[in-house]
């Protein structure tokens, strides 16, 4: 298998091809095997500065890439806020690429307006990666989800995996479908109407014959799921407070409901939760959604290893 990425930038989940893929979660699994050894540092990047530029919050993708770079030896510069740095008095994004190449041996950047990544993208020397651009991207995380599948369930096909909550304006949903598309599963949506995944995402899948249905109520399926995947609906994406407040508790899942469930079901969740996930749940051995996040660590030390 080459050891080489088909691409510079890390910018959408479309640049990543089914090799690039499984050359990531190869390489996630030989970091994450070493550091259930006891492993904690390693020297890939030793010598080289990532920089994070966050203009928007961020805990786990933040933290993880930081980690992530930590781990391998390299060494950190960092923004948390726009009002710390020029672009306060005024500097295009263009310009800070500029100047951020002469910084740093790569870039992970957040912005909350889509597409300004790829626009950051265009003017810098180094490598950038997309750590989430507003409702359109997020690519790492849904490398995160899917190495968390193959972790857990030690395959990425034939399996029946249920998506459950914001399946409109989920980034999150969206991305690790674009991934999953290289596969052959089950897919069934279980959402309100008004928070329907989008006939153009559901045409991703029919590239590999995928079979998809649509339900309302979890209890119909929940006996079918090898892996239900939940979602927040996200306020911040509805025109109105109204709006939002007719499904904001549309689902709101406990321990109960997963009564019927299969034995070895996996439940995940991109993070942060708010109300969708009962603390209850946290004690089932399913629960695999903080390993999800500590996953992230693994996944993006095999791409800053292999990108730079």
Known sequence: MSTTLSFKHLIDVDHITRKDALLILALAKEYHEGSLKGKKQWDTCQGQILATLFFEPSTRTRFSFETAMLRLGGQII???NA???SIKKGESLSDMARIMSGYADMIVMRHPKEYSVAS????ASVPVINAGDGANQHPTQALVDLYTIYREKGRLENLTIGFMGDLKYSRTVFCL???LSYYKNNFIFIAPPSLRISDERKNILAKHSSSIREVENLNEVI???DILYATRVQGERFATKEEYD???NSYCIGKKDFVNAKKDVII???LPRVNEIHPDVDTLPNA???EQAANGVFVRMALLSLIK
């Open 78 to 80: 960092t923004l948390e």
């Open 268 to 270: 995940m969740h991109p």
């Open 177 to 179: 479908l674009n991934l």
């Open 120 to 123: 950051f993208a265009e003017y």
């Open 246 to 248: 007719v499904v904001k």
């Open 83 to 85: 009002d710390t740095s």
């Open 223 to 225: 006996d079918e799921l």
């Open 288 to 290: 695999k959604y903080f």
